[in-house]
């Protein structure tokens, strides 16, 4: 299996690959070795299994959804059989919006009429040169996916099931929620305009706040080090969640 993950930011990218390293027994391998992705892509190995995580900088999916069908054309040594693409929930306008965009890219590649299902694997042909076609799975997830917010939320909220958690996971939600609603009445002395400048800080910056406080030896380290500090196999929402990478589990086990 060589599959690619498209998800919105770096520190998603990060999330992730704790995620996939910890429950599926993937290890970090290098850089991307694609140049159409640069910097933005990770890869990783796991026995036969090939893996990238790619950051798209932004919810410009459709772009690397393109790119991810020109590395399948091109038909050379890299070639992918599964595609997942992570978003954040914005709103359920903007996710629609989003999928739409993804789906007139396929459709106009692939010469087919694609629609996206959220949650599961879609199968798709994709036409090749000489009559040929090759096969790729397509998962497509908005997180949480329940409500909006981002992968920090839907961590956020899992880490809040755990027992101890759930104040200091609750507090961190109010202060920053209370710090935006009294930024706006502030100077420029009193308060930087960059900070929490934006609604994708804003809704990333609660997690922030609980690993300063959870964790605070580790709060100047690098934000690898704090997810490390995550027991991912105990937080089964998160699992449930993304229940549908265990295709990863059964081709290990095959």
Same mark, same amino acid.
């Given at each position: 299996?060589? !599959?690619?993950?498209?998800?919105?930011?770096?520190?998603?990218?990060? &999330?992730?690959?704790? %995620?996939?390293?910890?429950?599926?027994?993937?290890?970090?391998?290098? @850089?991307? @070795?694609?140049?159409?992705?640069?910097? *933005?892509?990770?890869?990783?190995?796991?026995?036969?299994?090939?893996?990238?995580? &790619?950051?798209?900088? !932004?919810?410009?999916?459709?772009? %690397?959804?393109?790119?991810?069908?020109?590395?399948?054309?091109?038909?050379?040594?890299?070639? %992918?059989?599964?595609? *997942? +693409?992570?978003?954040?929930?914005?709103?359920?306008?903007? =996710?629609?919006?989003?999928?739409?965009?993804?789906?007139? +890219? =396929?459709?106009?590649?692939?010469?087919?009429?694609?629609?996206?299902?959220?949650?599961?694997?879609?199968?798709?042909?994709?036409?090749?040169?000489?009559?040929?076609?090759?096969?790729?799975?397509?998962?497509?997830?908005?997180? $949480?996916?329940? !409500?909006?917010?981002?992968?920090?939320?839907?961590?956020?909220?899992?880490?809040?099931?755990?027992? !101890?958690?759930?104040?200091? /996971?609750?507090?961190?939600?109010?202060?920053?929620?209370?710090? =935006?609603?009294?930024?706006?009445?502030? /100077?420029?002395?009193?308060?930087?305009?960059?900070?929490?400048?934006?609604?994708?800080?804003?809704?990333? *910056?609660?997690?922030?706040?609980?690993?300063?406080?959870?964790? $605070?030896?580790?709060?100047?380290?690098?934000?690898?080090?704090?997810? @490390?500090? =995550? $027991?991912?196999?105990? %937080?089964?929402?998160?699992? &449930?969640?993304?229940?549908?990478?265990?295709?990863?589990?059964?081709?290990?086990?095959?």
């Amino acid at each position: 299996m060589n !599959g690619i993950i498209l998800c919105e930011g770096e520190t998603d990218q990060i &999330v992730l690959s704790e %995620y996939f390293c910890n429950l599926y027994g993937f290890r970090f391998s290098r @850089k991307s @070795k694609n140049n159409l992705f640069g910097n *933005a892509g990770c890869h990783y190995t796991h026995r036969e299994d090939q893996l990238d995580i &790619v950051y798209v900088s !932004g919810n410009n999916f459709s772009e %690397y959804v393109r790119k991810v069908l020109t590395v399948n054309q091109l038909n050379t040594d890299t070639s %992918y059989t599964h595609m *997942a +693409v992570i978003s954040d929930h914005d709103s359920d306008e903007e =996710i629609q919006q989003r999928w739409q965009g993804i789906e007139e +890219v =396929i459709s106009e590649t692939c010469n087919c009429a694609f629609q996206i299902e959220e949650n599961q694997w879609l199968k798709l042909e994709q036409p090749l040169a000489f009559d040929e076609s090759s096969s790729l799975e397509c998962l497509f997830l908005s997180v $949480p996916l329940t !409500g909006e917010g981002a992968l920090e939320t839907f961590l956020l909220n899992a880490l809040e099931r755990e027992p !101890g958690n759930s104040f200091l /996971s609750q507090e961190s939600k109010r202060f920053v929620a209370d710090l =935006i609603k009294k930024k706006e009445h502030l /100077s420029s002395d009193e308060w930087n305009p960059d900070f929490l400048r934006g609604r994708r800080m804003q809704i990333k *910056a609660p997690l922030g706040v609980f690993f300063g406080a959870a964790w $605070p030896d580790r709060a100047f380290n690098d934000a690898r080090e704090m997810f @490390k500090r =995550i $027991p991912w196999q105990k %937080y089964r929402q998160i699992q &449930v969640s993304f229940r549908a990478f265990d295709i990863f589990n059964q081709e290990n086990e095959s």
